[in-house]
């Protein structure tokens, strides 16, 4: 006992000798990529994730999904506008053929394109996507935007209260375990709310340093929506270049770790999912690698403070 104290003491003392932060939050050791958040609908989400947007990328894909799931990720996130069901479907096969994981291990989202939002069409592109990704269920479903278009792209007008029924019949079948949408302002998720029986579990946006998004992710929360967060490290082309900032550099060196690093933590310690996306062994493998530390409080609001409300499809 006596050497055990001694030895969290000299842990504690080198850590502020070092600079680095004692963990003073009782989770924190016991987060791990795979630690799950429970949804609204009671169902578990993993706090982290792969994202595989990148259309000249498809072809990596597969290979992607094996050194993601072989370096802990657990969480994939994809789309049918990516095009790359198939692919990520592969990924899947091969890792749960070669033992890694079994399905179950693994939380697989998709989402619903701006072409298939009439009521009736819902379940059938759901049904698509599975086809593509080999599966007999997704994790979750997500309405990619509260947009419809025709196969023309043209608007087709058709308002997302009926997508949202379409949905509902997806969990239903027990096609999706839970469902949600992406990229839908706080007044939207009300009107679903409203009008629904179930209350979307999660809305996927644009939330990065340039982009803070502190009104709508606060608006998720107050309603138990869980906010994903993509592009967790994107920074706008174009736009004030975050990356180099001094003051985040000079926290990734307290740290020991890189810019991305920090900036995926950053959304970590806001309660973000956040799923970046790549197709670089060296990257998924750096991007997983953090959760043996992180921010305090101020740090994440000296970075929040950077906001410049940039989005990338300005
Ligand atoms: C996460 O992984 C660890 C081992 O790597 C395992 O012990 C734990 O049960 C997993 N947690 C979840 C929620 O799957
Ligand atoms: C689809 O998944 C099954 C296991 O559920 C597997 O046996 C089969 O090889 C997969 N098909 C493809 C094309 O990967
Ligand atoms: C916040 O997220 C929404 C939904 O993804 C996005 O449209 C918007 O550009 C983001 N930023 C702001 C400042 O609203
Ligand atoms: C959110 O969840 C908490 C805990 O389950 C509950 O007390 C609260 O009423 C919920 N709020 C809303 C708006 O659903
Ligand atoms: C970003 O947008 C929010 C909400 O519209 C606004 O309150 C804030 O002042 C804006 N910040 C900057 C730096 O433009």
Redesign the pocket.
Known sequence: MKQLLTTVAFFILINVITGHAVHDDKNIGKQEPNTTKQLNDGNHIPIFGLGTFGWGDIPKIRQAINWAVESGYRHIDTAALYDNEAEVGQGISDVVRKGLVKREDLYVTTKLWNNKHARDQVVPALRESLAKLNLSYVDLYLIHTPLSSNEDRSPANIDYLETWQGMEEAKELGLAKSIGV????TEQIDRIRAHSTIVPAV?????HPS?T?E??VKDCFERNITVVAPFGFFVPRGKRPIKDDTTIKNIAQKYGKSVNQVLLRYSLDRDLIPIPKSTNENRIKENINVFDFHLTPEEVSIISSLNT?S?I?D
């Open positions: 992406s990229n839908f302002y809305n996927q946006i644009e939330v982009n998004n009104t709508l409300n989005s499809f």
